[in-house]
């Protein structure tokens, strides 16, 4: 379980994240939904350890992310909106190197069943530079589920995917919450048509937190960009 408690994070006086309370549990693909700028980023980063909140506190399994922040991470899968690939390494080096970082056991059985969850395997010999925009993802998070997390967390994962790649791929994120949880980020409302939740995030704050389909109930409209729009604009009226 993910259980953050009123967490705030401002940078040079701009506040960008203002007492945030969320909590996630195995068994879901949660979608976090804003614009650029709202700060689902910078909430991905502090969830990770990456940067720690001007306040508040995250726990990851009981686990605090800056006390026991080693502990935590072993039960996080992350895969950033700006690559961390090596472009100059074979494919199934890298995935052995990070199976090495994760002192994964059987690590060539482990890579061998990230690849077939993501269908990567044919990719296995090439150079990392010489794959696509969308199989360069595909890598990403087979080297973030290697160690088998439960918790996966991606961030803008389906950017400059095609159709069929942002289909494979949401049908793997449903079949990997089925036991665990995975959190997305994304300002593409159509990427949250398989979550099972919706945390609508503006100006830092969580304006929604519901299923899609009482999300689209609230709203009134078929539209989830019009709904968002909407809700949006509620939110800032009833500050």
Wanted: glycine share 6%.
């Amino acid at each position: 379980m993910i259980n953050i408690q009123h967490i705030s994070k401002e940078y040079g006086g701009k506040i960008v994240l203002n007492n945030l309370n969320l909590t996630l549990r195995r068994g879901e693909v949660a979608a976090l939904v804003g614009e650029n700028g709202a700060g689902k980023s910078t909430l991905m980063r502090i969830m990770c350890g990456y940067v720690a909140p001007s306040e508040g506190n995250v726990s990851i399994f009981g686990n605090d992310i800056r006390e026991q922040r080693i502990k935590a991470l072993q039960h996080i899968g992350y895969v950033p909106e700006i690559s961390n690939l090596y472009g100059d390494m074979i494919v199934y080096d890298f995935l052995k190197w990070i199976a090495e970082l994760h002192a994964v056991k059987n690590a060539d059985a482990a890579i061998l069943d990230a690849a077939e969850k993501i269908h990567i395997t044919e990719t296995f010999s090439q150079k990392i530079e010489t794959l696509s925009k969308g199989y360069k993802k595909r890598v990403e998070i087979a080297s973030a589920i290697l160690h088998n997390p439960d918790i996966l967390i991606l961030d803008e994962p389906t950017d400059g995917l095609d159709p069929n790649q942002k289909r494979d791929l949401r049908k793997f994120m449903k079949q990997y919450a089925h036991k665990n949880i995975v959190l997305l980020s994304t300002h593409v409302l159509e990427d949250t048509k398989d979550a099972d939740r919706i945390i609508m995030l503006a100006d830092g704050k969580i304006i929604k937190d519901t299923s899609i389909a009482e999300f689209k109930k609230i709203s009134k409209s078929r539209d989830l960009g019009e709904a968002f729009h909407l809700l949006t604009e509620q939110a800032k009226e009833e500050e």
